[in-house]
């Protein structure tokens, strides 16, 4: 988006937030749209918090969970690895604030009990200490080659879950035509 309308003036802002602060923004019309996911442990609960606040979730793409390891991680060349693989190393998850529920987790499953685990508050920690460190987050095993060339890979998970990736927005709201262009450019992604 920034590629095509940076030519002219304009402002975009892009808040990678909590996920309850992502329903917030959206009710309160802080922001055209939020990106989330929903799973099975989660979709009952976050499908009637979106219905009380006025919004509506539209699917963009499924995915299955990966999990995201630097490119040295002892896990790194498996074609799949388990939970039980991924016990003895350090898990990465990301904070959730005043709603630090399952409900809300930003990674599938973070119910899993872990010994070993840091919570941090944005992607570029994550990334930092997984490119130092034997450490793994979950989630949909898409990161994109430029923001950290070939340092993070992902594995698929074998373990039987679904992500369902997609925005929210008000229930009387539709996309707007830069949403439009926003939305078409995260499908691209999901190829």
Known sequence: MV???????FEFILNET?????LEDVKNRFCDL????????????????MDEMGLRFQELFTAAPHAFLRAEH???????VTLKDLQPYLRLNF?????????FSEEPFSTVFAEKEIRVSDRAAIVNLMIGLDEYTISTGIFPEYLQGR??????LAEQ??????????KEQG?????????????????
């Open 3 to 9: 590629q095509e309308f940076g030519r002219e003036r």
């Open 18 to 22: 909590q996920t309850h602060q992502i």
């Open 34 to 49: 939020g990106i989330l996911y929903l799973c099975g442990r989660n979709e009952a609960f976050l499908r009637k918090t």
């Open 74 to 80: 002892p896990l790194a060349g498996r074609a799949s």
């Open 95 to 103: 904070l959730q604030g005043n709603y630090e529920s399952a409900d």
């Open 151 to 156: 340092q993070i890979i992902s594995v698929p």
């Open 161 to 170: 879950e679904t992500m369902h990736i997609g925005y929210v927005l008000c």
């Open 175 to 191: 996309l707007s035509s830069l949403g439009r262009i926003y939305v078409n450019a995260l499908k691209k992604y999901a190829r």
